[in-house]
Every structure is written in C-alpha cells, then in structure tokens.
C-alpha cells in the first residue's frame, strides 16, 4: 500500500511540475516586457507577445542571392496558437526590404552597358532570376548585449542581427570584381521597433547610380499609404496605385495603415545623417514613393551619381515601426 502511495504521489508530483511548466511558458508568452527568440540551424524567429494577437519576425537566407534577410512576418491569434506554429496571418518576402543597387565600376560607366539592380533579391537579369549578384559573408547577433550561437530559445529585450553582404556590379561580365561590402545592422527591440544601419563600402572605384536603400513590401493587411513630415501627414494614397509624396519638404516616413486601423507599419528615414540628408536626389524626384505593385521607397541615390573611391564608406540609418 506504502509503495503504490508513493508511485501515486510521485506521479501526482510529475503532473503539477508539468502544468506548472507549461504555466510558466504560457505567463512568458504573454508577458509585454520581452520578446522571444528561438535560433534553429539559423533561422531566427523574434516572437513578440500581446493580449490579442502574436506577432514573429523570421530572418533566415532568402532569394536568388540567398542573402541573410527578413524573410516572414507572421501573426498568431494568441499564445496556444503560437506555440503549436499555427499563424493566422502569414507573410513570405518576396522581394527586398534594404535596396539594391545601380552600380558599376568607375572605369564601366561610359561603356554603354544598361544598368540594372544588383544586390538584394536582384539576379543577374535585372529582377529576381538569373545568376547571383550578392553572397551572405558574414552573420552574428547578440541578445541583450552577449554574442549568441548555436540553437537555443529565451526571453530577451533586444536582439541585434550583423549581417555582411559582399555585391557584385552590373558590369560584372566585364571586371569579374565585387564592388560592394555592404553591413546590415538590425536592431530589434521589444516594441516591434526594427533599426536599421547600413555601411556601404567601395571594393574599387565605383559609381552607384540608383539606390534606394529603406522600402517595404506592402502586404495585404494594408489598405493606404501615408507621406509624412514629422508628425503631419502631407498626403495620402491607396496601397496599389502609383503614388508619391506631393511635397519634399520635410519627408521623413511613410506610413502604411488599414482601413480600421487595425495595422500599421511606419517607415520612417533619418534624414539628419548619411544617405538620409538626400544630396544625391536629382531635381522633381520624389523622397519617398510608392508603385501599385505593392512596394514602398526612399529615394537616396537618384538623379545625381554617388562615385566613391576605393575604400571609401557611406551610411545611412532608418527604423521600422510595427502595429
């Protein structure tokens, strides 16, 4: 009688450990003062918890180039759904979120060659097919200040992904030479505030042409775009139509929002510094636009060439901003 006693309460004990386990998850899920991030195999998944609704962000290899990039953005009803991986809402890039490039050796611009897009999700044929243009060198990330590796799961306050992309030219037919070292910094913090900081250095001489640098991709959660300055909204448009800002005094976001307000996505450029003060904009081109293709863009290099000499670094530095 003893012994069954104690295989019962020992079984009993078991249980509760389990139910408290699971408890304890569940508390952490729901808790709004940290994320959480799981690093399988690098996949990283950054959960952000909420009373109504989880939202992930998933950074993984992606496209043609297979560049170190956000690839997903998913929602979850709420913290069971989450657990078992069942979204709600499930969004896959399919193109870029920091630009590509128009860029060429300095000893190629007068070659007569067309330009097109290297860099990002962009091929060898100008979009997303062909040969790569780009290779991933480099990837590391730090949570809440320690470099992390291998697979794990925890809560966190702040995850920083450093990712270094090395670019071909368009004219890579013709010098067979990188020219680009291009260092993607994120910083993720627990109010689904992404920052971005991205160093472009020159492999050789180079002139970069076109570069856009901050852009979205507008999902279909999303019904208008919004141009703003500061705080006050200089224009509105619907999300699949070509639009632009209809002033570019002041523009510094672009603010993507539903009908019933339910979501947002604000995009917003700093302008004080690097690329962002727009020395490269060419006369009548737009700050920030938008194509009914469902994409929105900063203007940072257009209309006005950007050489730079070997060895030489540009930055610029912006942030999104989600629900």
């Known amino acids: 009688m003893i012994k069954k006693m104690r295989h019962i309460f020992s079984t009993f004990a078991f249980l509760a450990l389990v139910v408290f386990a699971r408890c304890q998850k569940e508390d952490t899920i729901r808790s709004d003062e940290q994320m959480v991030i799981k690093n399988y195999e690098e996949h990283i998944h950054i959960g952000f918890p909420g009373t109504d609704k989880i939202m992930q962000f998933s950074f993984y290899s992606c496209g043609v180039n297979q560049l170190f990039a956000l690839e997903k953005v998913s929602y979850f009803s709420g913290s069971t759904a989450y657990n078992q991986g069942q979204a709600s809402d499930e969004f896959s890039s399919c193109t870029d979120w920091i630009g590509p490039y128009y860029v ?15 860099g990002g999700w962009h091929g060898s044929n100008g979009d997303g097919t062909g040969s790569p243009t780009a290779s991933t060198s480099e990837v590391s990330f ?31 037919s013709l010098t067979n030479k990188d ?41 279909a959660l999303f019904d208008q775009v919004s141009y703003i300055a500061d705080q006050q909204v200089i224009n509105t448009a619907g999300i699949n139509v070509n639009s632009r800002c209809s002033t570019n005094e002041g523009i510094n976001t672009i603010l993507l929002n539903s009908n019933k307000n339910q979501h947002q996505l604000r995009l917003v450029l700093n302008t004080a510094e690097g690329l962002g003060v727009l ?45």
Do not use: M
Not at 108 to 118: A, E, I, Y
Not at 189 to 211: F, G, M, P, S
């Open 179 to 219: 020219l680009l070292k291009e260092t993607v910094c994120y910083s993720i913090k627990q109010n689904r505030q992404i920052d971005v900081q991205v160093r472009i250095k020159a492999l050789e001489d180079i002139v970069i042409q076109r570069y856009y640098g901050l852009q979205s991709q507008n999902f």
């Open 104 to 118: 060429c050796s300095a000893s190629s611009v007068n070659s007569g060659l067309t330009p097109k897009f290297t």
């Open 279 to 323: 020395g490269n904009l060419g006369s009548g081109i737009p700050k920030a636009f938008s194509v009914s293709y469902r994409k929105s863009y900063f203007n940072l290099v257009n209309g006005k060439d950007l050489p730079l000499k070997r060895g030489e670094e540009v930055y610029w530095k912006g942030s999104y901003y989600w629900d």
């Open 142 to 172: 730090v949570v809440d200040g320690e470099k992390a590796s291998g697979n794990f799961e925890t809560n966190c306050s702040q995850v920083d992904l450093n990712v270094t992309n090395i670019i071909h030219g368009y004219d890579y």
